[in-house]
């Protein structure tokens, strides 16, 4: 579907995928005006074809849109849009446990002028892929680094919105902690150095005596989808749940006293994923002597459960396409 200032979004079709053409000086080469999503659909038990929280990914592309000046789209529109394209290629969506249809929806400035001033005219688009369960064998827990020099996103920045080039910008440390064995970076807020913010493309959460804690949404974290179901679960479940600034001292000072119980990572793409230690200042810090938590395996089969119609959509969390 496109966009023209004065005509607004108009002419939504679906065409086979293959190449797409723009003019060379199209602002998203530039300036990097494009937003996107990440979102899965599943096949049930049922052999039902359903979405996860789809209105959830349609509000946050809104909010994106709106950071890089970006026009919103009918939130309904959008999820419709998924739901029609997904059952048009619904024998892509495999049967296999744990298998998915990654879903990518995102929108690009593609008027063709040099100067910088947002775009007067967009593309959003839809494409789609199947993808393998992350964890084929089981949960594995995972490295991370914490990283102490590169800032992922500042206050007043486009933390808090998916935007293109925040990922763009995240590479060279994720190539760093590639060296050091580790999976993921540990962003710190970039003005202290001190408070954790989340981890690569994850919300990041702690088991503390007992208590899970998540950094608050500072305004430069994305509100994870995941995190927010986490976040619902554990407070269904009655178990300790806040969200508050945490700092690294905070955690260090955990893990010498006994107290870090578990460590995790959460996000469309995983779930959730076990960290098994953190490298910070050259040292590791062991989770959990390495192993996979019990509320780590928990949400981990609760919300895997719910994706797979096992477990009944309490919450009323699936959409069917
Ligand atoms: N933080 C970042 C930077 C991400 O890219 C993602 C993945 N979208 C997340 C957190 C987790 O968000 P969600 O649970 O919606 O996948």
Redesign the pocket.
Known sequence: MDYKEGQGWHDPRIVPYGPISHDPAAMVFHYGQAVFE?MKAFRTENDDVVLFRPD??AK?LNRSSERLSIPQIDEEFVVRAIQELVRVDAAWVPKKNGSSLYIRPFVIATEAILGVRPSMQYSFIIIMSPVDAYYDEGLQPINILVESYYA?SVQGGTGNA?VAG??AASLKAQMLAKEHNCAQVLWLDAIEKKYLE?V????VFFKINGEVVTPSLSGS???????GSIIHLLKEWGIPVSERKISIDDIVKAHADGTLEEAFG????AVVSPIGSLLWNGTPMVVNHGEIGELVERLYTTITGIQSGKLPDTFGWLLKV
């Open positions: 990440g959830q990914n946050r992922r998916k925040n990922y989340e690569g493309s994850m919300n974290i994305l509100e994870g989808i995941t995190r959460t996000g469309t793409a």
